[in-house]
Structures are given as structure tokens and as C-alpha cells.
T-cell receptor, first 114, second 113 residues
Framework: SQKIEQNSEALNIQEGKTATLTCNYT??????LQWYRQDPGRGPVFLLL?????KEKRKERLKVTFDTTLKQSLFHITASQPADSATYLC?????????????FGKGTKLSVKP | SQTIHQWPATLVQPVGSPLSLECTVE??????LYWYRQAAGRGLQLLFY??????ISSEVPQNLSASRPQDRQFILSSKKLLLSDSGFYLC????????????FGPGTRLTVL
């Protein structure tokens, strides 16, 4: 069966450390993968997109990697801050998927402690 | 710039009552529109998407329906709500072409009692 899994429901780290979140997928052939941030009671906000032929993407303190052999994406936040505390969702668009529809993981709730 | 609105923000409805949630987008034309539901512990589930006025595709069989009467208006409805319809409903839009990210509205928290 097809699955997209974010391995940790919750991740607690100390301020200043690097947070690493994992997204694994099974029986999909993603054209690209995206990461979103969601604060409580709000809609998700787009952060980064990485295509199947890209290994790494960066944006300020954020870095995403994409390994199609391992079927995995890693999302890193360096020099984490309490303001980074939120739920982070990964989403993929499958080749042949309808109209760019995304399939979302359940999310990882990140808590950064001061 | 583009904005997306949803209303109401919260809603408490009895079982068996009707539902109408509205979503409007400003600042873009001919977007793809999406309705998602987010239930506790279950992640974002795509309910409906639309590529144009009057064009609705359903991803899962359910007690809900959607309509797109205007280019930038998307409505989620039900004739009779079930307890299982409770959740956080999110509308999103996506621009046609190369940009692939989706932009989400603020959501509607629906509680069916």
C-alpha cells in the first residue's frame, strides 16, 4: 500500500541545536516533495519544495534533502529557536497525480526549549 | 498580492443539521481549489478539488459535497451532518503552471454534537 510517514509525532530539542525531521514514503514516485509549517489553529504555510532530481535545497536556516533511493526526505532547522516550535508537514506529488494534488504526512510537532 | 478567506472560523452544529462553509480567493485567476479536513491524529485529508467553475472532483466518498459557482469561490456543504464530520476544514489554492505550492486559508473548526 502507499504510505507517507513522518517518523516522529513529536520532537523536543534545545535552543541553538539542529532539528532534523524525517519523511519516508512507500510505493510512490514523487515528482517533488514539499515541507509546510503549521501553527496551532492555523492553516499550513509553505516552506520549501525539492524536486526528484535535486539532492538538497536551502533557505536561510532551513535545509531539505531528498534521496529517491532511500525514499526519504530530511528537513533540517539549524540554530533552532523557540519561535520554530510548530508542526511540520511533508507532502508529495506523485507522478501521474491529478492536477498537482498533494499527499500529506501526519506531521511532526517540534518543540524548541529555551 | 493573493489572499484566501474562509468563514466561519468556528462552528458548532447538531447532528443532522446542514452545513455550508465558504472559501474565497483574491488576487489570482483560474486557480486550482482544494478542500481538506484535518482530524486529530489523522493528518490532512484531501476531500475535493476543482480546476474550474462547476468542475468538482471528489477524492473520498463521504457525507459532504462541494461546489464552485464562481472562479474564486469554493463551497463545502452537507445536507445532514454526522458526528464523524467534526474536524478542522481547510481550503487551499494553487496557481496553474510552474509554481506548485499550495496556499491555505485560516481554516474552520467544525464541532458536530
Amino acid at each position: 500500500s502507499q504510505k507517507i510517514e513522518q517518523n516522529s509525532e513529536a520532537l523536543n530539542i534545545q535552543e541553538g541545536k539542529t532539528a532534523t525531521l524525517t519523511c519516508n514514503y512507500t510505493n510512490y514516485s514523487p515528482a517533488y516533495l514539499q515541507w509546510y509549517r503549521q501553527d496551532p489553529g492555523r492553516g499550513p504555510v509553505f516552506l520549501l519544495l525539492i524536486r526528484e532530481n535535486e539532492k538538497e535545497k536551502r533557505k536561510e536556516r532551513l535545509k531539505v534533502t531528498f534521496d529517491t533511493t532511500l525514499k526519504q526526505s530530511l528537513f533540517h532547522i539549524t540554530a533552532s529557536q523557540p519561535a520554530d516550535s510548530a508542526t511540520y508537514l511533508c507532502a508529495l506529488m506523485n507522478y501521474g497525480g491529478s492536477q498537482g494534488n498533494l499527499i500529506f504526512g501526519k506531521g511532526t510537532k517540534l518543540s524548541v526549549k529555551p | 498580492s493573493q489572499t484566501i478567506h474562509q468563514w466561519p472560523a468556528t462552528l458548532v452544529q447538531p447532528v443532522g443539521s446542514p452545513l455550508s462553509l465558504e472559501c474565497t480567493v483574491e488576487g489570482t485567476s483560474n486557480p486550482n481549489l482544494y478542500w481538506y479536513r484535518q482530524a486529530a491524529g489523522r493528518g490532512l485529508q484531501l476531500l475535493f478539488y476543482s480546476v474550474g467553475i462547476g468542475q468538482i472532483s471528489s477524492e473520498v466518498p463521504q457525507n459532504l459535497s462541494a461546489s464552485r459557482p464562481q472562479d474564486r469561490q469554493f463551497i463545502l456543504s452537507s445536507k445532514k451532518l454526522l458526528l464523524s464530520d467534526s474536524g478542522f476544514y481547510l481550503c487551499a489554492w494553487r496557481e496553474r503552471g510552474a509554481r506548485n505550492e499550495q496556499f491555505f486559508g485560516p481554516g474552520t473548526r467544525l464541532t458536530v454534537l
